[in-house]
């Protein structure tokens, strides 16, 4: 069975630094580009970043740009986010997904606060 | 950047048709197609459609998606009270280099 168990979320304050892991299991990893996807208490779904199966690619959504930093070690089967400069903005359940494959983890909260 | 357009909520009756919609451009929607994905509150979201209107194995054929230039369509039929959720679509854009999801739609089932 395909798993995909994020992990690494918790309370920081502002202006924080964090980093995020996804273990994936049961697929070929390294044949998939990868995605952090993260969804705000009570609001939809937004991309974040991806990374292509080789790391050849990688993409951020404009309101990351600059604080984030994906990576990815396909020898682990393990995706990352490293953030930096964290704001109540951030604050969201964080999900990895490949996105062209129904492949989700359960999620996990990172909460940016004093 | 943009995202994809559609309606924040849509009712209809038990065992009525649902049509959700969601507009792009040509350089998504219209070139890329879209994903369809259905989220019950505190889960993951599952996915319906994919890009190429295909149905994963497990998902109910009253869930059919089609895309007319770019605009991408989600029909549900026979509605059931199990269908009340929040629908997104997704979709990639050459131009952006970025994945896009729709702001979601809130399908309540009287």
Not at chain 2, 45 to 65: D, Q, Y
Not at chain 2, 75 to 95: K, R, V
């Amino acid at each position: 069975d395909v798993q995909l168990v994020e992990s690494g979320g918790r309370l920081v304050q502002p202006g924080g630094s964090l980093r995020l892991s996804c273990l994936a299991s049961g697929f070929n990893f390294r044949d998939f580009g990868m995605n952090w996807v993260r969804q705000a208490p009570g609001k939809g779904l937004e991309w974040v970043a991806h990374i292509s199966g080789n790391t050849g690619s990688i993409y951020y959504a404009d309101s990351v740009k600059g604080r984030f930093t994906i990576s990815r070690d396909n020898a682990k089967n393990s995706l990352y986010l490293q953030m930096k400069s964290l704001s109540g903005a951030d604050t969201a359940v964080y999900y990895c997904s490949p996105l062209v494959r129904d492949y989700w983890g359960h999620g996990t909260l990172v909460n940016v606060s004093s | 950047q943009a995202g994809l357009t559609q309606p924040p909520s849509l009712s209809k009756d038990l065992r009525q048709t649902a049509t959700l919609t969601c507009t792009g451009n040509s350089n998504n929607v219209g070139n890329q197609g879209a994903t369809w994905l259905q989220q019950h509150q505190g889960h993951p979201p599952k996915v319906l459609s994919e890009r190429n209107n295909n149905r994963p194995s497990g998902v109910s054929e009253r869930f059919s998606a089609s895309r007319s230039g770019n605009t991408a369509s989600l029909t549900i039929s026979g509605l059931q009270p199990e269908d009340e959720a929040d629908y997104y679509c997704l979709a990639w854009d050459s131009d952006l280099t970025a994945w896009l999801f729709g702001g979601g739609t809130k399908l309540t089932v009287l």
